[in-house]
DNA sequence: ATTTTCAAT
């Protein structure tokens, strides 16, 4: 068995959401991306069916894989058809590194039936020209890319966060650093 | 207006 292959868990602690997912400028010692998705099968205009599911990347040196491949390697082994049409809808703690960006965006140059929308809670080395292109190239392969707002980081606490009831607590300033990155993110893809 | 990061010490 290929030891990229993992399943997906169906959630997270509070405690690693709110921590991986916070989109603070101190953001210190996130070593890890989560990423939360959806999978949808669509027909005509209604979805059809879905499933959800949380990827961590693996740090073990035997199984080293970012979580966007981690995710490719299950949606293709798993339950991707030729014959469908997806809308597939990520949350992600990091946004994906150039390698992974194109190894994404070939993956959807070959799936035209599969449409990806990516919602990042924060951008990764969003400085650095070479993760700047990995980004236009997705956006260019027809991947939506999005900042994670207010209502996207409640959606992931409801739906991928083991919540026992609490309601979704917003930090100080989510919406200002949303603003800010969204103003980043605009200037990457234009 | 702002962060140093899918670890390596």
Known sequence: MNPQMRNPVEAMYPGTFYFQ????????NRNE????????VIKQRSTVSWERGVFQNQVDPETHCHAERCFLSWFRDNPLSPKKNYQVTWYTSWSPCPECAGEVAEFLARYSNVQLTIYTARLYYFWDTDY????????????SVEIMGYEDFKYCWENFVCDDGEPFKPWKGINTNFRFLERHLRKILQ
């Open 132 to 143: 700047q292109e990995g980004l236009r190239s997705l956006s260019e392969e027809g991947a």
């Open 21 to 28: 997912f916070k989109n603070l400028w101190e953001a210190n």
């Open 33 to 40: 991306t989560w990423l939360c998705f959806t999978v949808e």
